[in-house]
């Protein structure tokens, strides 16, 4: 369980769910699982790797009154052969080695059934599915016993139905059987405003103090987060064992993102992303202390304006506040 987290008025009440952001895109996304949790329907969870469709899962399941358990299972992990006896259970003899035994789908009876990296289901096990979904029955693998089959089903997907039906990846039939409702997770480049908000909302977590909501974005801007948030936890974990007993700093922190092939602006050498780093901290320095009043930090720093809003593009330094 998560503690509370500290709340500003631009995040929103999703703390008792784990889930902290901008109440733009989080209050209606919280608005929509609780609509969702309590109906009868599969739901697809869509979004890159480390937007959280885990954490979307495990609050449909919890807010749902299924009593239940969550069981779940990562398609991508198994053989396609596997997945289906694994779903579906066996019967002994139903092949070498197959024992009597209930598969996932019995195993979640009268609660959910979480399928992680579901675009990697097989269009058989997504015809045995849908059969199941249909019938409210299931049958093991080598078996002709029906059984009751009453479970929640949610999907976890890292690229949009849409392409895995047009790539011939999935079964028309199963998609729409499966996706009228879709919760959809943005990335988290196009929610930058969360950074500080998820950042805080690990230090408290951690017991340490928070940071200063502009400092963080600055810190961390120029970064398009292609892990997402889980990306973003594993810097500010990163950047916490660095500092070590002492405190966490702004300059830590921005060390602490592994940034990819950025172009350095004075040449790739030892010497030039020396430079480059130099010029970064003073920009970020002169920037707190003016209160990020562009101008004020662009005269102490003894150049214009404009060649501040240059260098600071130059060096990955863009400034989404967010506020
Ligand atoms: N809005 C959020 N608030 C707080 N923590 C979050 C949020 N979104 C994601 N996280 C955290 O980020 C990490 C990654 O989230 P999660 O495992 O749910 O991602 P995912 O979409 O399932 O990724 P993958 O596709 O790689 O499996 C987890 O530790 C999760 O708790
Ligand atoms: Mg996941």
């Not at 909302?201 to 961390?220: D, F, K, N, T, V």
């Not at 780093?277 to 209160?291: C, E, H, K, P």
Request: charged share 25%; aromatic share 4%.
């Amino acid at each position: 369980m998560f503690p509370q987290v500290h709340s500003c008025e631009d995040s929103t009440g999703g703390s008792d769910l784990g889930m902290v952001g901008a109440a733009r895109w989080l209050a209606p996304l919280l608005d929509q699982v609780r609509r969702a949790a309590v109906l009868d329907v599969p739901v697809a969870i869509t979004g890159e790797t480390g937007t959280g469709k885990e954490l979307v899962a495990t609050a449909l399941h919890r807010l749902s009154r299924r009593t239940g358990p969550l069981v779940a299972l990562n398609v991508a992990s198994l053989s396609a052969q596997l997945v289906e006896s694994e779903l579906f259970g066996t019967r002994r003899g139903a092949f070498t080695d197959a024992t009597d035994r209930p598969g996932l789908i019995e195993a979640a009876e009268g609660g959910t059934l979480f399928l992680d990296e579901a675009c990697e289901l097989s269009p058989a096990v997504q015809s045995a599915l849908l059969r199941v979904l249909e019938t409210r029955r299931v049958r093991r693998v080598g078996d002709r016993e029906e059984r009751s089959a009453r479970f929640r089903l949610l999907l976890a997907l890292q690229q949009p139905a849409e392409l895995l039906v047009r790539d011939r990846r999935w079964r028309m039939d199963f998609w729409h059987r499966v996706s009228a409702i879709t919760i959809e997770l943005p990335p988290l480049r196009e929610r930058l405003e969360d950074v500080p908000l998820l950042v805080n909302h690990l230090l408290s977590r951690m017991g340490r103090p928070q940071l200063p909501r502009e400092e963080i974005a600055l810190a961390l801007s120029g970064h398009d987060w292609p892990g997402n948030v889980r990306e973003l936890l594993r810097v500010v974990e990163r950047a916490l064992f660095e500092a070590g007993d002492g405190p966490l700093t702004t300059s830590v922190l921005r060390g602490a993102v592994q940034w990819p092939g950025h172009r350095p602006l004075n040449g790739n050498g030892q010497l030039g992303r020396a430079v480059d780093a130099a010029a970064r901290s003073a920009i970020v320095q002169a920037l707190v202390d003016a209160g990020y009043r562009r101008s004020a930090a662009a005269a102490a720093l003894g150049i214009s304006v404009h060649q501040l809003y240059r260098r600071m593009k130059a060096l990955g330094l863009t400034v989404h506040l967010g506020v």
